[in-house]
């Protein structure tokens, strides 16, 4: 009994020992906490926390400080819609800088008028700083003060790629004073970037194509990313100097299969007085891998410093899809006020050499299938071309200036996704609802209803755009001349299930129909079909051919049904039509297909309508585009609708080809149609005249060169209905008419 | 015979009582071993988890001690260093302090708690709840360590939150003296309530050297890009609202602020004059000292503050002496969607959160144009802001400890980049905006790889026989897997195997699941697999290379041949699984389709276990489980190829076909149901189209067609 009652003693011991170890902490810290806490002060008092100001206005003064866009930026000749200026050239400029200006002058920003400008761009060639560079321009500073609009660089912008020189390579010295200009420059360290205010470039080649550009290569996305290396570098090292400890110690990391580090001291003439011991070693090593292959090779790059904070090879990583991983301290990465850099980078310390093996081992194979993406994504969006990377620079700018004026911009989504900041339009809508991408949302929750609008708004609100996909389609109709054709169509659309509204574009000589809606059919119940006429000829005289798409403001809905007045198609065709397109908003989802093809012996691109086994265009005389994408083309180059205006014709294949550089995707065709026309059509010559063919192939060529590349994706394949002339009973079928026809 | 029995029995007790004592001795004995063993197995398992490394070495900073040692601050100890403007993380942050003991994450150290007194005996600085509360949550994070040694960030525990409650010159030399401080390095300073009258600095006005400051209210020019951490202005109001919302908001905009400048108040009233669209608060002016009322500006009713917020679309957040204000916690927390007036503020966690998704900026010029602006929100923009606010105030604002919390986990994603979240992870709610799709370049896949064919099958040689040999006439195909699912028999040796030009490759499994045919085999080296089951042998060539050539069109969906719709039963209230002939589909099933391998990454690794462990119990329903993960992620219908045919041969009229069972399609029905419920929705998606050659029954037009061999039955 003894021993089971020393037994129970010392259990009841342990267990009461344990519980106060355990629970000591628990609940004294609990029970005291709660005390303890609510007997501490608040922070502050709500008086403190809501302290007026002692001074009336608030003063900015901003001299003693950096600049900002508020305080050294003048918002006031800049309306809805801000144009840059570009000085006339006038002294020597670098073939590279001749492009950026070139490249400014033909966009759709530019004026030629000073006095509408909102920004200027001097032609003094600023691009390189370094009086040792054979591209250096002297005697910046006094031409840019001559400048007659200077004022102190107010309203400027000014680019730079190479600022300092040998030895320091200091960020600071310009050779000019920027004053209130700003610097749009390459290699800029965080210490000297005037936030929200200046924009950092990526340091481009001279070769860099002034439009166009290499598509991305690496289209492919295997999973896991089995490619040869993981790490490779190949570079110049410096020995002595600035920036040149990264480099020198890459040699630690090199193993010559999986770690690919190479460097070479063997550049400038007298690389042979100031090499040091590892210059053999590393030059034999160097001469083993050839660069391009192993970027083409390699699922991760370093991007280490040079003498300056960036390097040319941030932006042939990102070409090739090799994900750039950083050794460049305090670098502001190129456009990162608006570029998630996150979703394509990794970051590395300078300071941590060693532990880069480590950290790109570490990177989760899906991470690396997310990160090579977006360096495609970005690289054919803001950087394979001079253009596109002027034009980012620019679009920041103007962004700024239409938040300031109306506190909207595109939000960071749209800059980091498809298709991109460049490819859609700023003041196009405040939500992606409105625009084409390719998936949508679910729908969000119902919130609670905004209060009645009491009395109406001081001025007129912009009215914002549809929502994408929506539920009907608007049927935009070009008519020149009425037709039976013409009725029937109307008929037609007046049953389609899914029309909202019909837009007529009449342009013709005639007086235009006064068309007010469209009656149903007899057992139809729904209230007759809204039709508005739009009289091309008054409202948009001189618009040719491209007036078709201007009346987006009678549209009330994405989905546009572009039609010809005599395009035969059934009500059962577009509401099929419809319904595709519901699933690819972002596409041309029409019936007419046409192809493009490369003619050797002429050197040029060919445009065919014979009905082959693949297309790359679907004409929107009988399709629907996205109300977004007609926007984008009344925004489109000045040169592209010039020369539709010429041809007064094309602005179909320019249209596809628009879409098919944002969405980089084929069009889609529908069914078995393909003629769209009856025996009249509005062409007045033949439909198989073949000068109107020439001028359409020599359309395609002027885009092509505009581009810089040929935009237009080819596709096998076509959509039908599911029961498509399946050997079923027609009664189980939905689309049963349109099986009969054939072509 | 009754003795002998009482004998007996006692005997018995005896032996009873003996064995009893037995059993006890072994039970205690057994019960103090197990005590004893867990003991250690505790102060083991405590001395070698990361998250208190030689705790016991070091002790906890104790935060509750009530007997502070007292420190005097001499008025001629030395001052730390005024604020480094120039700093940034990679020259005033010594990196090398992070990361030691291999772990990786942040560790930081908290500076015992003393009480400073100045020569006369006055505190430096009143100790908050709120400051509190801040070293609270991080002593219970998993950052916190009690070692200074091996600390990544130094948190010095005097309480810097509001500059008005404190003596600064007295806490610089404090922190001059800090036993770690070597200029501030690596020091995280938390402040609230920079800056005093009457210019009221936008910083703290401290001399802090070279140590991070997080602090709230900061404007371009103080805030150190990529170093300081820009903090919300706690409210206290805040907390206490709840997450209910009216069914109705009265008001399109609300000004609720009493310090308005007064510039900008006779704006907002010369708007609030001509428009109903604007509800102006200010003091009421019987009590001007109630802050929990606020009376309208001209008819002087009377509203109940912060409950009016709620009533709002719209609340206006001015500058007023400092950029920030406490009412754009209580404005976030009544999911008001706040108008933000302040030029050159930068806003809390900016350098993580997308203020432009929650908020509305208007520049202090542009004050006229509030009505025109906020009138220009379209409702899609409106519900998203809506939308995101509680969600966002929640998850990083709601208390002291959550504003904490984001502090130490946006460091941590400085000194570790790769533990960082993406944009969409603190944007981006799930339930709102779904997941992201893995496959988000828009690209034609490239033909050259091919697609890999994995064939699932049991025992049927000959069938899978006849498959291979049809399937290598494909050009495209690039290798073939089978995955023999039977452990009980071996597969045929090689000599039996057809001879073909293709690499084939046979992969053993170890039980037999339905869910192998989605394993990511390494062999699978192409983008695309086309999964088969081995008596699809009715495919030709040209059907099979077309469907690839739509899969490179569509590389992010399942592209595939024999289809499935999913139908709403108004009867039973239930999904219903479809295989008739309908016009629409919304499933392919993959007993003959395309996809990408990443897809069965996801099946094997990210898809919800519950669905696997069903497919794998019930072996069944792996094809509809792959329709829904893909249709969940992308939000994208599969796309049916080509015309139907008959899936089973017709020949084959063998009843062990699982598909032929009746009990089969009612579980497969039964799946659709479990699966929308696991999802929480249903995330299939129906179209009405199928993919066909471009040249598809057309004739006459003298072209040889790309794909001629497509659709017979």
Request: glycine letters at 4%; proline letters at 7%.
């Amino acid at each position: 009994m003894q021993a089971k009652k020393r037994y129970i003693l010392l259990t009841l011991l342990c267990v009461v020992l344990l519980y106060f170890y355990f629970a000591r902490h628990g609940m004294k810290s609990k029970r005291l906490d709660t005390n303890y806490r609510n007997n501490l002060p608040s922070f502050a008092t709500i008086e403190e926390l809501s302290e007026s100001p002692s001074r009336l206005k608030r003063n900015p003064n901003s001299k003693s400080k950096a600049c900002r866009m508020e305080t050294c930026f003048n918002f006031e000749n800049c309306g809805n819609d801000p144009k840059v200026y570009v000085y006339p050239t006038d002294g020597p400029v670098s073939a590279t800088y001749r492009k950026v200006l070139s490249v400014i002058r033909e966009s759709r920003y530019a004026t030629r008028d000073p006095l509408e400008a909102c920004l200027f761009v001097p032609a003094v060639d600023t691009l390189d700083a370094d009086p040792l560079s054979s591209e250096h321009i002297a005697d910046v500073a006094s031409r840019l003060s001559r400048l007659p609009h200077w004022k102190n660089g107010r309203n400027h912008l000014i680019f730079n790629l190479y600022a300092g020189t040998w030895p320091d390579y200091s960020e600071g010295s310009l050779g000019f004073d920027p004053g209130e200009a700003i610097l749009a420059r390459a290699s800029v360290s965080e210490a000297l970037f005037r936030e929200g205010f200046d924009i950092s470039l990526p340091l481009f080649h001279k070769e860099h194509p002034e439009r166009g550009g290499t598509p991305p290569s690496a289209t492919a996305n295997p999973f896991p990313a089995s490619r040869h290396h993981l790490l490779a570098f190949k570079g110049k090292r410096y020995v002595h100097g600035i920036g040149s400890e990264t480099r020198n110690s890459l040699w630690h990391l090199h193993d010559g299969s999986n770690l690919v580090l190479v460097t070479t001291c063997r550049h400038g003439k007298s690389w042979k007085d100031l090499r040091d011991e590892r210059c053999d070693e590393d030059n034999k090593e160097y001469d083993k891998f050839d660069y391009e292959q192993l970027l083409a090779n390699s699922t991760f790059c370093l991007v280490a410093r040079g003498r300056r904070l960036g390097s040319y090879r941030f932006l042939e990583a990102l070409a090739s899809g090799c994900v750039p991983v950083l050794l460049s301290n305090g670098w502001r990465l190129p456009f990162d006020e608006r570029i998630d850099w996150r979703r394509a980078v990794i970051w590395a310390d300078e300071r941590l050499l060693l532990q880069v093996p480590e950290l790109v081992r570490s990177v989760p194979p899906e991470r690396v299938l997310a990160l090579r993406q977006q360096t495609q994504l970005l690289w054919e969006q803001y950087f394979s071309s001079i253009e596109k990377i002027v034009f980012t620079t620019i679009e920041i700018i103007l962004e700024r200036i239409t938040m300031h004026r109306t506190s909207r911009h595109r939000e960071a989504l749209i800059w980091n996704t498809a298709p991109g900041a460049l490819g859609t339009l700023a003041n196009y809508g405040d939500s992606r609802a409105h625009l084409p991408l390719g998936v949508c949302a679910p729908d969000p929750p119902v919130a609670p209803s905004s209060p009645p609008i009491l009395l109406p708004a001081p001025s007129v609100p912009l009215i914002a755009p549809p929502v994408t996909p929506g539920n009907t389609f608007t049927a935009l109709l070009y008519v020149q001349a009425t037709s039976p054709a013409l009725h029937k169509l109307l008929a037609n659309i007046a049953s389609s299930e899914f029309c909202e509204k019909v837009v007529l574009v009449w342009d013709s000589e005639r007086a235009a129909p006064s068309l007010k809606s469209l009656s149903r059919m007899a057992g139809d119940l729904r209230d007759p079909l809204p039709v508005t006429v739009v009289d091309a000829t008054t409202h948009y005289p001189g618009g040719g051919v491209s007036a078709r798409w201007q009346p987006l403001w009678a549209i009330p809905t994405a989905a546009v049904f572009s039609l010809d007045g005599d395009a035969p198609l059934l009500a059962e065709e577009l509401d099929f039509a419809f319904r595709v397109w519901q699933q690819f908003p972002e596409r041309i989802v029409g019936y007419p297909a046409r192809n493009h093809y490369w003619d050797e012996s002429k050197g040029a691109w060919g445009y065919s309508s014979k009905w082959g086994g693949s297309y790359s265009m679907v004409l929107p005389g009988a399709a629907l585009v996205h109300r977004a994408a007609l926007a984008l083309y009344a925004a489109a180059a000045p040169a592209l609708r010039l020369a539709v205006r010429r041809a007064d014709n094309c602005e179909d294949i320019l249209l596809n080809c628009l879409v098919a550089h944002l969405t980089r995707r084929p069009p889609l065709k529908l069914a078995q149609r393909r003629r769209y026309k009856t025996a009249h059509h509005r062409y007045k010559s033949s439909w198989s005249d073949p000068e109107h063919f020439v001028q359409r192939q020599s359309c395609l060529n002027t885009f092509a060169a505009a581009w810089g590349y040929m935009p237009l994706v080819r596709s096998v394949l076509r959509l039908d209905p599911i029961l498509f002339k399946d050997p079923v009973s027609t009664l189980r079928k939905k689309y049963r008419k349109m099986e009969l026809v054939t072509s | 015979m009754a003795a002998d029995l009482h004998l007996k029995s006692s005997k018995q007790a005896k032996y009873n009582i003996s064995y009893r004592k037995i059993v006890y001795h072994r039970f205690f004995v057994g019960l103090l071993l197990f005590i004893v063993l867990s003991l250690v197995f505790t102060v083991v398992f405590n001395a070698f988890s990361g998250s208190a490394p030689r705790s016991d070495f070091y002790e906890r900073v104790n935060l509750e001690a009530v007997n502070l040692p007292v420190q005097k601050v001499d008025g001629d100890s030395p001052f730390s260093a005024p604020r480094f403007v120039n700093c940034t993380y990679w020259n005033c942050f010594n990196v090398y302090k992070c990361g030691r003991g291999g772990h990786d994450k942040i560790s930081i150290y908290i500076y015992p708690l003393q009480d400073y007194r100045t020569e006369n005996g006055k505190a430096v600085s009143h100790f908050s709840r709120e400051f509190f509360e801040i070293l609270e949550t991080i002593k219970h994070s998993k950052y916190y360590t009690p070692n200074p040694d091996e600390a990544c960030l130094l948190v010095p525990s005097i309480d810097t939150l509001n500059q008005k409650a404190f003596s600064s010159q007295h806490i610089s030399q404090v922190l001059g003296s800090l036993k770690h401080w070597n200029n501030g390095e690596n020091h995280l300073i938390f402040n609230m309530v920079a800056g005093s009258e009457p210019n009221y600095n936008t910083v703290i006005d401290l001399n802090t050297s070279s140590a991070i400051i997080a602090g709230a209210g900061f404007d371009t020019w103080t805030f150190r890009y990529g170093f300081d951490i820009s903090l919300p202005l706690y409210s206290p109001l805040a907390y206490e609202i709840d997450n209910t919302q009216p069914k109705q908001k009265d008001y399109l905009i609300i000004s609720s602020q009493t310090n308005v400048p007064s510039d900008y108040l006779a704006e907002l009233q010369g708007i609030a004059s001509s428009s109903n669209d604007l509800l102006l608060l200010d003091r009421c002016k019987n009590d001007i000292n109630d802050y929990t009322k606020r009376c309208e500006y001209t008819t002087g009713k009377i509203f109940d503050y912060p409950e009016v917020l709620k009533n709002g679309l719209f609340c206006l957040v001015v500058r007023s002496a400092r950029l920030i204000q406490s009412v754009l916690m209580d404005v976030l927390a009544s999911q008001c969607i706040p108008i933000i007036i302040a030029d050159t503020i930068v806003m809390p966690f900016n350098s993580h959160i997308d203020w432009n998704r929650i908020a509305i900026f208007i520049p202090e010029d542009n004050i006229k144009n509030l009505l025109k602006i906020v009138h220009s929100v379209s409702n899609e923009r409106r519900g998203e802001l809506y939308w995101q606010l509680r969600w966002v105030y929640e998850r990083y604002f709601a208390s002291i400890e959550k504003i904490t919390m984001t502090t130490l986990e946006i460091l941590n994603e400085k000194v570790f980049p790769l533990s960082a979240r993406i944009y969409e992870d603190w944007n981006m709610p799930e339930h709102l905006y779904g997941p992201v799709n893995p496959l988000f370049l828009p690209v034609t896949a490239p033909k050259a790889p091919g697609f890999t064919a994995v064939i699932l099958t049991y025992d049927r040689v000959e069938s899978l026989f006849t498959l291979i040999r049809k399937l290598v006439r494909t050009p495209s195909l690039a290798k073939i897997l089978v995955v023999w699912n039977n452990q009980k028999l071996q597969p045929p040796p090689a000599s039996e195997w057809p001879v073909i030009n293709k690499p084939l490759k046979v992969i053993r499994t170890k039980a037999n699941k339905l869910s192998n045919r989605f394993f990511p085999y390494d062999d699978i080296e192409t983008e695309c697999q086309l999964t088969i089951d081995d008596d699809i042998i009715m495919l030709t060539p040209d059907e099979l290379e077309f469907g690839f050539d739509v899969w490179r069109e569509f590389p992010d969906r399942i592209v595939g041949f024999p289809s499935r719709l999913h139908v709403w039963d108004n009867v039973t209230s239930s999904w219903k699984y479809h295989s008739e002939w309908t016009n629409q589909i919304s499933m392919v099933l993959t007993g003959a389709a395309f996809h990408h391998k990443i897809w069965s990454w996801y099946y094997t690794y990210k898809m919800p276990a519950e669905i696997r462990r069903w497919v794998d119990d019930n072996f069944n329903c792996e094809d509809i489980a792959m329709n829904f993960l893909v249709a969940n992620v992308t939000r994208k219908a599969p796309i049916k190829v080509t015309p139907r045919k008959k899936f089973k041969c017709p020949e084959c009229t063998n009843t062990e076909m699982l598909s032929a069972d009746a009990k089969h399609m009612s579980q497969r029905s039964a799946c659709i149901d479990k699966f929308t419920k696991i999802y929480g929705h249903m995330a299939l998606k129906s179209v009405e189209f199928r993919a066909d050659p471009l040249q598809y029954r057309e004739t006459g037009s003298g072209i040889p067609h790309l794909y001629p061999d497509i659709g017979a039955l």
